[in-house]
């Protein structure tokens, strides 16, 4: 079995990083959800033979080995059936929130999100002429809950054509029950809203909780709803631009077939090989990259919760974010954002991107190697001790 290494630390300044080229050498970037860490061999091995041979052209895929392999993961690793026709290929699943907006409203309709989330929920309705509808989570003792009530509100209004669900949730690391899954389902059906349950962080779930594909929870609720799926956060791979969209509504899917391809956004053949290989060959890395994440957690919500003056965190349910309160340092949030770059040389993201429920929080990505974990939070912590001296 191929042992991957999480502690090899690998320079990815200069690459053309999101996270990495954005600040000077002495900023420590943990803020873009990449990981730091290398992809599965079998996945470069793959792509090294494919760039072998040379020559680019546009590809096609008429085996659907994208598909397939969606398929595969899917019944292997959370044990949902799934047809590979039901898979419909987009290029991230950045794009997919959009292209869904698009597929299933009409300008001036109603898409509800739940904040804190992922900024591009609030984006694609807005920047395609859709009004996004918030009903924010709560913070409750057990950590964040839906406010079902508020949800239920919003569902109800007549414009209202789709929920945007983020499971497990970004930025909150909030991994849904069974129990609050089914009754997100109920009130959607109840009122005829389409799901587009976008679950890209689906393989980081930790304590032997189990995610579950929002439309493998009963045949009524597969009915209205498509989940996103993506390689990307878990192999590394956000760069070869893939997603699967997986719904067995052959009525849904067309809508959002005909969205996604109306704008030609295409394919590579390099993409739609990561794409393959690694869910198809590379359980192993998960297997393995999942208990490092979960190593990585414990170390890190220890850390601030025992070491750090001002800032408290809760160990998450899933994902490798976590969502750091700072209320207690008493900053603004602008304040907050110099702070931690200007005084602790940590780059983390602002929590009011994520919503206004963000203000007084950021996100900080444990994705990496743990001495870069060590010493990003070493800098925090001697940033935030020498502010509350
Ligand atoms: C919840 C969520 N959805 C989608 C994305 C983007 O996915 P992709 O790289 O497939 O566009 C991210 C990336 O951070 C994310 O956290």
């Known amino acids: 079995m191929i042992r991957h290494?999480?502690?090899e630390i690998i320079d990815?300044?200069?690459t053309d990083s999101e996270k990495w080229n954005d600040y000077p050498p002495d900023v420590l970037p943990m803020w873009v959800a990449d990981s730091d860490f290398k992809c599965p061999a079998p996945v470069i091995d793959a792509l090294h033979e494919r760039v072998r041979h040379g020559v680019f052209g546009y590809c096609w895929d008429d085996l659907m080995k994208v598909e397939k392999a969606a398929a595969h993961w899917m019944r292997t690793?959370?044990?949902w059936e799934v047809s590979p026709e039901w898979v419909v290929f987009s290029p991230g699943?950045?794009?997919v929130l959009s292209a869904a907006v698009n597929a299933f409203t009409m300008p001036g309709d109603y898409v509800v999100i739940m904040t804190p989330v992922y900024p591009p929920f609030s984006m694609a309705p807005v920047f395609n002429g859709r009004i996004p509808l918030n009903a924010s989570l709560r913070i409750g003792g057990n950590g964040y809950e839906i406010d079902f009530a508020g949800l239920e509100t919003l569902l109800a209004k007549p414009r209202t054509k789709l929920l945007l669900l983020c499971n497990p949730h970004n930025p909150t690391g909030k991994l849904l029950t069974r129990e609050e899954l089914l009754r997100v389902g109920e009130l959607c059906l109840k009122n005829r809203v389409v799901v587009l349950s976008d679950e890209v962080h689906c393989d980081y779930v930790f304590d032997g909780k189990k995610h579950i594909p929002f439309a493998s929870l009963s045949p009524e609720i597969a009915d209205i709803s498509l989940v996103a799926i993506n390689p990307s956060k878990t192999f590394n791979l956000a760069d070869m631009r893939t997603a699967g969209v997986i719904s067995s509504s052959k009525f849904l899917r067309e809508q959002y077939r005909t969205a996604v391809t109306n704008v030609k956004l295409g394919r590579s053949s390099l993409g739609l090989l990561a794409f393959e290989t690694a869910y198809m060959t590379c359980a192993y890395y998960v297997?393995?990259?999942?208990?490092?994440?979960?190593g990585n957690?414990?170390?890190?919500?220890?850390?601030v919760n025992g070491n750090i003056p001002g800032i408290s965190v809760r160990m998450p349910e899933a994902t490798y974010l976590l969502w750091l309160d700072c209320r207690e340092l008493e900053l603004s949030q602008r304040q907050l954002v110099n702070f931690f770059l200007q005084e602790a040389k940590v780059a983390l993201n602002s929590g009011e991107s994520f919503g206004q429920e963000g203000v007084g929080f950021m996100r900080l990505n444990t994705a990496c190697p743990r001495a870069t974990l060590h010493d990003g939070l070493s800098?925090?912590?001697q940033a935030c001790?020498?502010?509350i001296r």
Do not use: H, M, T
């Open 5 to 7: 290494d999480f502690d």
């Open 12 to 14: 990815r300044r200069g």
């Open 77 to 79: 690793r959370f044990d």
């Open 93 to 95: 699943v950045g794009s």
């Open 287 to 294: 297997d393995q990259l999942v208990p490092y994440i979960k």
């Open 297 to 303: 957690l414990d170390y890190a919500v220890a850390s």
């Open 379 to 381: 800098r925090i912590e």
């Open 385 to 387: 001790r020498a502010r």
